[in-house]
């Protein structure tokens, strides 16, 4: 009704902090539930003088936290597991430690977009900020250098006469009753108000058209774009210097690397059989190290057991079985000629494998013949 006064509060000054803390230990004991302490500054001990409970901003932080990290886990499952099957070495489809970095970021990602918003829109209930203390002297005064205590209508225990006598045993140093404005009494909610809506409209704007410009535009001009602008040659690319116009050379031939020794039996597996010895003698630990590798790499094709029970089965032509007549016969040499060079479809793993590497692998391999084809005297 317009003209219509509405009584917000009673509120009370004091000049030091310890004043407002009797205040407000005194206002619990009086039963007072809806009233509310300003400083200048956090008070220490003023939580618990007031009985406040904990917030419960940390429950929406935990829920929506908690809710990230499992959609999270679930979406990584069905991409990785179910719809597009990853196979990665050795590893299983779902290999959780991989993607605990991704799931740590989108619970702590979804935690603090949810907190940030319940707090600002939930809590606070911006647009609106309007207040009746807004403007006021007590709010000036307590935004400087007094200590107020505020006692709202809307407590179970008000009343007018019992809150000034409260006041005053208090010792408050003044005592003042705060009414709502007409204008607070008829728009407590403006979160759809054309000003506000043109008001994100324009931060929308103005924040994606900067994104835009920076990323898109700004990174590639003058002086920022020397990290792409570089004088270098990238592979596959046309070379303006060589005559063949090719950007990726050849090493010259006959130059050897340092401190490495080529393998002098290329294209000759055989001979590779013949003379080489395997220089790694079979012990726990060079057995770990083979099982560790042929597992990452040798056990997608031929199977964690050598069987050739691929897991890349219809994919790919399927491995031969490592308990072959023809495989337990070979010499380690020869083994280590195609590992070295590959056959057929499978490649070489010279780049994945260091010597040292393809000898252990080898050692297990001997390892998972023997255990699948064991003779009468290994049981004794």
Not at 296 to 306: A, E, K, L, M, Q
Request: net charge neutral; with cysteine.
């Amino acid at each position: 009704m317009t003209g219509e006064k509405i009584l917000y509060s009673y509120t009370g000054i004091f000049d030091t902090p310890d004043e407002v803390t009797h205040a407000a230990e005194e206002a619990v004991k009086q039963g007072y539930t809806k009233f509310d302490v300003n400083s200048p500054y956090p008070l220490h001990g003023m939580n618990k003088a007031m009985n406040l409970p904990a917030s419960k901003l940390g429950y929406v932080a935990l829920i929506f936290g908690l809710s990230g990290a499992l959609g999270a886990l679930l979406s990584l499952w069905w991409v990785s597991a179910v719809d597009y099957p990853l196979v990665i070495g050795g590893k299983p489809f779902f290999s959780f430690p991989a993607y605990i970095p991704v799931i740590f970021e989108v619970t702590v990602l979804s935690a603090a977009i949810a907190t940030v918003l319940a707090m600002l829109f939930f809590f606070f209930k911006l647009p609106n900020n309007a207040h009746p203390l807004h403007a006021t002297d007590y709010m000036k005064k307590v935004s400087a250098d007094k200590y107020g205590i505020v006692i709202q209508a809307e407590d179970p225990k008000f009343d007018e006469s019992s809150i000034r006598k409260f006041l005053e045993s208090v010792h408050a140093k003044e005592i003042n009753a705060v009414y709502w404005a007409e204008e607070e009494i008829t728009h407590k909610h403006k979160i759809f108000e054309p000003k506000f809506l043109t008001f994100l409209l324009v931060v929308v704007i103005i924040t994606s058209g900067t994104t835009y410009f920076t990323l898109n535009k700004l990174m590639f001009m003058l002086p920022f774009n020397w990290m792409m602008e570089q004088q270098k040659q990238n592979p596959q690319q046309k070379s303006l210097v060589f005559a063949d116009g090719h950007g990726m050379r050849q090493p010259v031939e006959g130059t050897i690397a340092r401190g490495f020794l080529p393998y002098e039996f290329k294209g000759q597996p055989d001979l590779a059989g013949e003379r080489l010895v395997n220089p790694i003698p079979v012990s726990k630990e060079s057995l770990q190290l083979g099982q560790t590798k042929f597992d990452i790499y040798c056990s997608p094709c031929h199977g964690y057991h050598g069987e050739g029970d691929s897991r890349l089965r219809g994919q790919f032509p399927n491995s031969p079985s490592l308990h072959s007549e023809k495989v337990r016969t070979w010499s380690d040499g020869r083994i280590f000629a195609v590992l070295t060079e590959g056959q057929n479809v499978m490649p070489s793993y010279t780049t994945q494998l260091t010597v040292d590497e393809r000898w252990a692998v080898i050692n297990y391999v001997r390892a998972l013949q023997r255990a699948l084809n064991a003779k009468e005297s290994d049981l004794q």
